[in-house]
C-alpha cells in the first residue's frame, strides 16, 4: 500500500506542488508541533495550528450549518489576515486552515495565497467557485490544497446543501481542480443520510481513481439554529467510520485525514489539547468553528503571541473540557459551555446573537469518546506521525478524570439519536438505493 501511495504521489501530481507541500506542510509542520511542545514545557502557549474563517457568506444552505451565510457579510480584510498570519509564522506556524461560509466567496482570497507563499493553506470549500481561472491561480501560487466537500449522492446532496444541482457543480470543481494538477481532498460531514454511500470501499476507490490524494472523514455535530439532530450518528456508527478510517489507512493509497484519535485510538479534541484554534469572520478567538464564543480577538491591541498566552478563556475552555470527557464538549456537555461564558462574559459571535439558547437545547449525545472501544492504528506509518505530532500533548494525562465523565448513552432512556435506535431516515424520508456521485 505505501508503495501505491509513493508510486501515486510520484507519478499523479505536480512535483513543484508536491514538493512545496512536503517542504512547508511537512517538515516545517512537524517543527511548528516540535516549538509547540517546548512552549509547553515553558508554560507558555500558542497554538501550531490555525483555522480563519475568512467569511460569512455562502452560496448554499446546509443542514446543520452554524454559520449566518445569510446574514449581512462579515469578513477578515487582507491586511487583518496578512498580519495574523505574521504573527503567527513568528511563533512558527506554516500552515493555515481556510474555511467560510464558502471561502471563494471573499473577493481577495487568491490574493492572500499570492501574499504568503511561505506558508500553506487548506481551503474548506464545496468546489463551485473553482473554475479554470481560479485552478491556475492555484497551481501558480502553489501553497494551498483545496478540500472540497461532498455530501452524498445527488438526491442527498440537494439535501444536505439546501439547493438543486448541488453535487454536479461540486463534482465539476473537482474535476477542473484535478485537471491543473492540484493536491485535491475531499471531505464528508458523515451523517445517517449519506453514512452508507460514501463510507465505504468503493466511494474510496473512486476518489483514487480519479486523483485525489487525501479525503477527510468529519462527524456530524447537530450544533447551530437548526441543528437537525436526526442526522446524527449513534455510537456504533461512530465506531463505525473509525473502524472505516483505520482500516482505510492500512490498505488503500490514499491518505486520510483523522482530527478525533491518537495512535492508540483514544478520543482527543483538538481544540481541548492546544493543537488547534479558530478565527471568527469579525476576527474573534474562539476554541474552534462550531463553538462560537469569545473573549478576545485578532483586533485587541496588543500581540496575538500574548492574546493566546494570557486568555483565561481559552485556557479554562481547555482545561474544563478535558477534566470532564476526551470527547466533543459541544455534543456531550453543552452546559459547560454556557458556564464558562457566564463565568468569563464571552461574547455571542454570532450575527443571530442566540448561541446561548442553542446551547441550552442541545441534547447531549457521545461523540468521538468511546469509552472501552478504542480502535489503534493499524498503519506504522500513522503510529509514527501521531505519536510525534498529534496526540493530547499530556492534556488529558494532566486532567481528564474518569469520575466527572457523563456518558450520554448511559443516561439516555433509550431509543433517539443518543441511545442507538436511530434509524437511517431524515426527516421521516427514506433515503432509498442510490448510485455513487460521479464526475460526468
Known amino acids: 500500500m505505501y508503495l501505491r501511495l509513493a508510486k501515486r504521489f510520484l507519478f499523479e501530481t505536480d512535483k513543484r506542488l508536491l514538493a512545496k507541500a512536503a517542504w512547508i506542510l511537512g517538515v516545517k509542520g512537524l517543527l511548528s508541533v516540535h516549538r509547540h511542545k517546548r512552549r509547553l514545557k515553558r508554560g507558555e502557549f500558542f497554538p501550531p495550528f490555525l483555522y480563519l474563517s475568512v467569511i460569512n457568506s455562502c452560496n448554499l444552505r ?125 471531505c464528508t460531514s458523515v451523517c445517517k443520510t449519506n453514512l452508507d454511500d460514501l463510507v465505504r470501499d468503493a466511494w474510496v476507490d473512486r476518489l483514487i481513481e ?42 488503500k493509497p490514499i491518505i486520510v485525514v483523522d482530527a478525533y484519535h491518537d495512535d492508540a485510538g483514544n478520543a482527543l479534541c483538538p481544540a481541548a489539547t492546544g493543537f488547534t484554534h479558530h478565527v471568527g469572520p469579525k476576527g474573534d478567538l474562539e476554541p474552534c468553528p462550531v463553538i462560537q464564543l469569545a473573549a478576545e480577538s485578532i483586533y485587541d491591541d496588543k500581540p496575538l503571541a500574548d492574546t493566546f498566552n494570557d486568555s483565561e478563556f ?30 468569563h462574559n464571552a461574547r455571542d459571535t454570532t450575527i443571530r446573537g442566540g448561541v446561548i439558547e442553542e446551547l441550552k437545547n442541545v441534547s447531549p449525545r457521545r461523540s468521538q469518546y468511546q469509552p472501552g472501544d478504542e480502535i489503534p492504528e493499524r498503519s506504522f506509518v500513522y503510529r509514527w506521525a501521531k505519536k510525534y505530532a498529534f496526540n493530547d500533548f499530556g492534556t488529558y494525562t494532566k486532567h481528564f478524570d474518569t469520575a466527572n465523565y457523563q456518558d450520554p448513552d448511559a443516561e439516555s432512556s433509550g431509543g433517539g439519536c443518543c441511545g442507538g435506535g436511530c434509524s437511517s431516515e431524515a426527516d421521516g424520508q427514506d433515503v432509498g438505493e442510490v448510485k455513487l456521485p460521479v464526475i460526468k
Open 314 to 343: 481559552l485556557r479554562d475552555f481547555r482545561e474544563l473540557t478535558a477534566q470532564n470527557t476526551r470527547g466533543c464538549v459541544i455534543m456531550e456537555r453543552p452546559d459547560l459551555l454556557v458556564d464558562l461564558a457566564e463565568k
Open 62 to 186: 446546509c443542514q446543520g450549518c452554524w454559520v449566518d451565510v445569510a446574514a449581512k457579510q462579515e469578513k477578515i480584510e487582507v491586511d487583518a489576515v496578512n498580519e495574523t498570519i505574521r504573527q503567527a509564522k513568528a511563533k512558527g506556524n506554516s500552515f493555515f486552515g481556510i474555511l467560510g461560509g464558502e471561502p471563494f466567496m471573499h473577493k481577495d482570497l487568491l490574493e492572500i495565497f499570492r501574499q504568503n507563499r511561505d506558508v500553506y493553506f487548506q481551503v474548506f470549500t464545496n468546489g463551485h467557485f473553482i473554475t479554470d481561472e481560479v485552478a491556475a491561480e492555484l497551481k501558480r501560487c502553489g501553497n494551498v490544497t483545496p478540500l472540497i466537500s461532498v455530501e452524498g449522492t445527488e438526491i442527498i446532496s440537494d439535501q444536505r446543501r439546501g439547493r438543486d444541482g448541488v453535487l454536479n457543480q461540486t463534482m465539476k470543481g473537482l474535476e477542473t481542480a484535478l485537471k491543473h494538477n492540484l493536491l485535491v481532498g475531499v
Open 210 to 251: 480519479m486523483g485525489v490524494m487525501y479525503c477527510w472523514y468529519h462527524i456530524y455535530r447537530p450544533v447551530g439554529p437548526e441543528p437537525n439532530p436526526q442526522l446524527a450518528l449513534n455510537s456504533e456508527e461512530q465506531r463505525r467510520v473509525r473502524q472505516f478510517v483505520v482500516d482505510t489507512r492500512a490498505t
